[in-house]
């Protein structure tokens, strides 16, 4: 911690958060420019597929707008590859104290995964207030997020899971939601094609949901 301003919140930058698999890494900068050039400068790559780390390294290296971080964080491995890489955040599925604890360390910004109100309790008392509610629709949705925002207004979610151009309007009309993460601006023809043009039109798309 500094005395300078604090960072925005990772929550804040966008309504969406692009989550990208990506099986070609030198399909990285071209999606991360499109995906900026839409408003979404906050990229999650998911460690799902050998390229990821590739990916996340190209994108810090060639696409300075954006703010590229790794998703499907799963180990203290999976922390310190993506640190290396270039990663500004990590945000994983679920946490255990051992993963959190590799995460903190790191210096970064974090979204451990939650789909249960323990698992959210337990989060707050460690000081965290800002999770992954996943998978999102099939955990509850909006009306279990819904249900959450009295008794523990501290928490603020990017749901994941599920989550689309239509449902997505629902979990950022939340109080506890800040954004929303997804895949839909991503389709798999578009990229298979390099049809950037389309990937930023989406993007533009999602990145103008915010209410």
Known sequence: MTDTAPSPSLL?????IPVVVIDDAADAV????????????AIEVTFRTPAAA??????????????????TVLTPGHVDTAVAAGSRFLVSPS??????????????????GVSTTSE????????????????????GGTAYLKA????????????????NASRAPEYL???NVGCVGGTWMLPPDAVAAGDWARVESLAREAAALRA
């Not at 804040?12 to 969406?16: E, I, K, M, N, S």
């Not at 071209?30 to 400068?41: N, Y």
């Open 173 to 175: 009309a939340l109080p």
């Open 120 to 139: 959210v309790v337990a989060l707050l008392e460690r000081g965290v207030t800002e999770m992954k509610f996943f998978p999102a629709e099939p955990s």
């Open 148 to 163: 959450l925002a009295s008794p523990l207004p501290d928490a603020r979610f990017c749901p994941t899971g599920g989550v």
């Open 54 to 71: 590739d990916a996340i390294r190209a994108i810090a290296a060639e696409v300075p707008e954006a703010i590229v971080g790794a998703g």
């Open 30 to 41: 071209p999606m991360a420019r499109a995906l900026v050039a839409g408003g979404l400068p």
């Open 95 to 112: 946490w255990t104290d051992r993963l959190l604890g590799a995460m903190r360390d790191s210096g970064i910004p974090s979204l451990p």
């Open 12 to 16: 804040d930058l966008a309504p969406v």
